[in-house]
């Protein structure tokens, strides 16, 4: 019996030790994949949706999510991102902000 009190006693001081006693699980985040552009908008809502719930996952705030959107961008996506951040400053249209906008 002493033993078990022993082993209770070293069990709740690891606890205490571990944050607050709070799990240290973190689960693995996958990176959403990447859009090319494809005229699907199964594949475009599955992206953007990918990329919402990720953003929020890992907390990343409005004013980084832009950039970090365009990453994930590939071939004709990727081309009319280029091409409309040119226009954009040609016809002096505001920039795009926010993943609303983009979206």
């Known amino acids: 019996m ?3 009190k ?12 571990t944050s607050g006693g709070a ?12 859009f090319n552009g494809e005229r699907n908008s199964k594949e475009l809502e599955n992206f ?3 990329i919402k719930q990720y953003f ?7 004013a980084e999510q832009v950039n970090l959107i ?3 961008l590939m071939g004709d996506a990727k081309l009319w ?3 409309r951040n040119k226009e954009d400053l040609s016809v002096r ?11």
């Open 56 to 62: 929020s996952v890992i907390k990343i705030g409005v």
């Open 93 to 103: 249209r505001p920039e795009i902000k926010t993943r609303d906008y983009l979206k």
């Open 23 to 34: 799990s240290t699980f973190k689960p693995k985040v996958l990176e959403p994949k990447s």
């Open 6 to 17: 022993e082993t209770i006693v070293i069990l709740k001081r690891e606890v205490r030790n």
């Open 70 to 72: 365009v990453i994930y």
């Open 2 to 4: 002493e033993a078990a």
């Open 48 to 50: 953007l949706l990918d």
């Open 81 to 83: 991102w280029r091409m």
